[in-house]
Nanobody
Framework: QVQLVESGGGLVQTGGSLTLSCAAS????????MGWFRQAPGKEREFAAAISRSGDMTYYADSVKGRFTISRDNAKNTVYLQMNSLKPEDTAVYFC?????????????????WGQGTQVTVSS
């Protein structure tokens, strides 16, 4: 069992930056592919970014590529999402997720554990 707790959300102006953190419980954090998803009001939860178990590979949705950076610190059981050049359309609840997979995946159903989410609001 893995418990995930996100933090770092908030209100920011267009063009601003935020860094989200997701702290995981347990001693097997490095066994999990980690992902960030987001859900805007009235929309489906969508993939944003993912990172491999060792952190050597990352993958991004086209909508965030070049602006967001996912990273992880396996010694601290934490995954991060650095978000730059934020836009109003980035407004959403952001969720981190853990999947016991060999390879990066963008599919929601491949992730086994989810955090409670943190709100990010970008004002225009």
């Amino acid at each position: 069992q893995v418990q995930l707790v996100e933090s770092g959300g908030g209100l920011v102006q267009t063009g601003g930056s935020l860094t989200l953190s997701c702290a995981a419980s347990g001693r097997t954090f490095s066994s999990y592919v980690m992902g960030w998803f987001r859900q805007a009001p009235g929309k489906e939860r969508e993939f944003a970014a993912a990172i491999s178990r060792s952190g050597d590979m990352t993958y991004y949705a086209d909508s965030v590529k070049g602006r967001f950076t996912i990273s992880r610190d396996n010694a601290k059981n934490t995954v991060y999402l650095q978000m730059n050049s934020l836009k109003p359309e980035d407004t959403a609840v952001y969720f981190c997720a853990a999947g016991r997979r060999r390879f990066i995946t963008t599919r929601r159903e491949d992730y086994d554990y989810w955090g409670q989410g943190t709100q990010v609001t970008v004002s225009s």
